[in-house]
């Protein structure tokens, strides 16, 4: 009797243990599932016309934008976008608050040491934005001038390499149109910004500038930063890139804001 009753406990056991290993399997799957389909906060600077900007009802537009919802759509990526001033930006991903940026940032090796980059989604150059009355007419004639930047942008660095990172007659904003109504107001003699920034202001607002081209200004390339070693998200934003480069989705987003290429 007593054997009956031990086979008896241990069938129940054995029972019991097989059904919680079922029930935990599909909840292993959930959370796997869950991970794959996780929304990604995305980090960008909405302060940057056309690359990026924000409405009135507050939504984040732009070129950048709708690059990365195409790339999105590709990849299966669930995106939210979320307005971070560009000072902070980079501590963003690095904290983990932000999983993607992009924010018209350039490719460069000291970023590259701390944050992995897509393949380029746009080449630019910078320009040089002055009065029509100046007679300024080449880079290296700003020395001793004032010149206005958006901080911490490849514009900051050129105007440091000329006059020096620590120098007064450097005026540093958090946009560049900030630096264009100091501009208008003359209280800097020139600004140096990204030309698909300075082409748009141009564009849409009514001024005395004029731009200057620089032989000496290098071409540069945006990317969209990761968090360094995230293999796999980098793997996915490629695929997408490259996806809606042969489908002539990214001609047509460009058309958009750039014209014809």
Request: one cysteine or more; a negative charge; aromatic letters at 8%.
């Amino acid at each position: 009797m007593m054997r009956l009753i031990l086979i008896s406990i241990l069938s129940i056991s054995l029972f019991a243990s097989c059904t919680k290993r079922t029930e935990e399997e599909p909840s292993k799957a959930t959370e796997a599932q869950k991970s794959q389909n996780a929304e990604l906060v995305v980090g960008t600077d909405a302060a940057y016309a056309p690359f990026e900007s924000e409405t009135s009802d507050k939504s984040i537009v732009g070129f950048d934008i709708e690059i990365l919802k195409a790339i999105g759509e590709k990849s299966g990526l669930k995106l939210r976008f979320v307005n971070t001033p560009w000072e902070g930006l980079f501590n963003q991903l690095e904290s983990g608050d932000r999983d993607i940026l992009i924010s018209a940032i350039t490719i460069n090796d000291e970023r590259k040491k701390v944050m992995d980059f897509s393949e380029p989604y746009f080449e630019a150059v910078q320009l040089i934005v002055v009065p029509l009355s100046s007679k300024i007419s080449k880079f290296s004639e700003l020395k001793g001038k004032k010149i206005g930047v958006q901080t911490g942008t490849t514009g900051d660095e050129v105007a440091s390499g000329l006059l020096g990172k620590t120098s007064d007659d450097i005026k540093r904003f958090e946009g560049t149109p900030l630096a264009l109504q100091e501009l208008s107001a003359r209280g800097v003699d020139a600004v140096i910004a990204d030309n698909g920034v300075i082409n748009n202001f141009m564009a849409n607002n009514k001024s005395d500038f004029k731009t200057i081209s620089d032989p000496t200004f290098k071409k540069e390339f945006y990317g969209i930063a990761v968090k360094k070693g995230n293999t796999e998200l980098i793997k996915k934003i490629n695929e997408g890139l490259a996806a809606i480069k042969a489908d002539g989705t990214y001609d047509s987003i460009f058309k958009k804001y750039f014209g014809d290429k």
